[in-house]
């Protein structure tokens, strides 16, 4: 089993920074793509950003272009999602997710290993 452990949420204000790390356990990290979905009250869940396995490819919703930026350490098992210039419509629970494969696919379909998520709440 795989198991995902999201860390680094809280509350900041507008334009602030906040660092969400994905510490992963269970099967060879370095093996699968990872990505970053995020979830408001009364909202779909949405594509943040993706990375490959071996983080030469990366995608990014249009709404964090820019602004995110994704990156993993498989030596340490972990992904990364730094987060600069947030914006109130930022507040969502942050979840990662381990795809199926190797890429940086951005649909969650693809992914079959989810963590609890991190909640992230920005005030204006």
């Known amino acids: 089993q795989v198991q995902l452990l999201e860390s680094g949420g809280g509350l900041v204000q507008a334009g602030g920074s906040l660092r969400l790390s994905c510490a992963a356990s269970?099967?060879?990290?370095?093996?699968?793509?990872m990505g970053w979905f995020r979830q408001a009250p009364g909202k779909e869940r949405e594509f943040v950003s993706g990375?490959?396995?071996?983080?030469?490819?990366?995608r990014y919703a249009d709404f964090v272009k820019g602004r995110f930026t994704i990156s993993r350490d498989n030596a340490k098992n972990t992904v990364y999602l730094q987060m600069n210039s947030l914006k109130p419509e930022d507040t969502a629970v942050y979840y990662c997710?381990?795809?199926?494969?190797?890429?940086?696919?951005?649909?969650?379909?693809?992914?079959?290993?989810w963590g609890q998520g991190t909640q992230v709440t920005v005030s204006s």
């Open positions: 997710a381990q795809s199926r494969g190797m890429g940086a696919t951005s649909s969650s379909d693809e992914y079959d290993y």
């Open positions: 269970g099967r060879i990290f370095s093996n699968y793509g």
């Open positions: 990375i490959r396995w071996s983080g030469a490819r990366t």
